[in-house]
């Protein structure tokens, strides 16, 4: 019996985890499912974006499916009682700090994406994104008030070797298992950080003789990303790069409704989340797209649970609903059935067989 602790969050998080939920119960493997509160969600339940209740749970699990978190109303609470604290908890308490970001165009959906469909058709490539250290971790931090009585915000950017060395290695291995070729992302002609990690995975390359490495500074990737994205295969970088190149990357799919993910500590135990966040402005209207929901899901049945045949048996299933013109809102184009978030779920079930 499989543990898989179950946070749907705010805004759409629950309608698309409920679908990711009734996939994953389709499919006759034995899982016991357990629901918790997290952000806005925990702090109505228990006062805490992370309760500790739901914290004990996310440990025990083997592994956790989870919506997003975040809405309008709890933008003015304290930074600690604000629902983004429950996922940036969740990734350092669990040690989850390799994040796998694959951004695919399926066939069907190369129309969908505002580049041109030649740029994008066939596109499948892999972020890999630090995701416990960086900026996003790094003390000194906070606002501070100078002897001038001027205030001065203050974050800090600092990587480790060890925690370079680890992201790169989880990189380097899954370029192994796809087309051969990391490019490490850095700005290392500005900044001492990342003139490090591009110093320590440079010299990791000798034990991967086999994948080629490349180095490219972070705006030329954005660029890169958008001019000709099929040049990459596997890219690594750091967790600010990685947030904002993942939803760069996301776009050329067609929409972030598409894009799953999987944070990882050492031992393979993960949390799947999609990449897009609560949307608060289409919450409780039925349309939001539950495919990147679905998807994380399969991730998780591939990385965490050792189910490899019904990883891909789901990955089918959604290409088969999109093969047979199923959309939501965000990737409906003409000649398509516009469906809504239940009507994608039922699909994606129906296609499991
Ligand atoms: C993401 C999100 C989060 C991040 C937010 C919600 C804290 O944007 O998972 O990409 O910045 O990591
Ligand atoms: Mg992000």
Redesign the pocket.
Same mark, same amino acid.
């Given at each position: 019996m499989s543990k898989i602790a179950v946070l749907p969050g705010d805004g759409i998080g629950p309608e698309i985890v409920a679908q990711a939920r009734r996939v994953l119960a389709r499919l006759g493997l034995p899982f016991e499912f357990e629901e918790a509160p997290v952000g806005g969600a925990g702090v109505d339940a228990a006062d805490d974006p992370l309760p500790e209740q739901t914290l004990g749970l996310a440990q025990a699990a083997d592994a956790i499916l989870f919506g997003a978190?975040?809405d309008w109303k709890y933008d003015s609470l304290p930074r600690a009682k604000r629902p983004?604290q429950a996922?940036?908890r969740l990734r350092s308490e669990l040690g989850l700090f390799a994040n796998l970001r694959p951004a695919r165009v399926y066939a069907e959906l190369a129309g969908a994406s505002s580049l041109k469909a030649d740029v994008v058709a066939g596109l499948d490539l892999l972020i890999v994104r630090e995701l416990t250290g960086d900026i996003?971790f790094g003390e000194p931090r906070g606002i501070a008030t100078r002897p001038d009585g001027e205030r001065e915000g203050i974050n800090t950017m600092r990587y480790r070797e060890g925690e370079i060395r680890r992201i790169a290695q989880v990189a380097f291995q899954a370029a192994r298992l796809r087309g051969r070729r990391l490019c490490s992302v850095d700005k290392a002609n500005v900044l001492e950080t990342t003139e490090l990690w591009k110093q320590v995975v440079s010299a990791m390359a000798t034990d991967y003789p086999d994948v080629e490495l490349s180095h490219m500074y972070v705006d030329n990737c954005a660029m890169q990303l958008v001019r000709a994205p099929k040049q990459f295969d596997v890219i690594v970088t750091g967790?600010m790069f990685g947030?904002i190149l @993942?939803?760069e990357a996301s776009m050329l799919t067609g929409s972030i409704g598409m894009l799953p @993910?999987a944070s990882l500590d050492a031992r393979n135990k993960g949390l799947y989340?999609p990449?897009h966040?609560s949307a608060p402005d289409i919450a409780g209207q039925g349309i939001a797209n539950p495919l990147a929901t679905i998807l994380s899901a399969a991730m998780m049945l591939r990385y965490s649970l050792g189910q490899t045949e019904a990883a891909d048996r789901v990955e089918r299933a959604v290409q088969q609903v999109l093969a047979q013109g199923y959309r939501t809102a965000d990737i409906h184009t003409a000649g398509t059935k516009k469906v809504g978030t239940v009507e994608m779920g039922d699909a994606v079930v129906a296609a499991l067989g």
């Open positions: 978190v975040g983004e996922i940036l996003y967790n947030d @993942s939803d @993910s989340e990449i966040g």
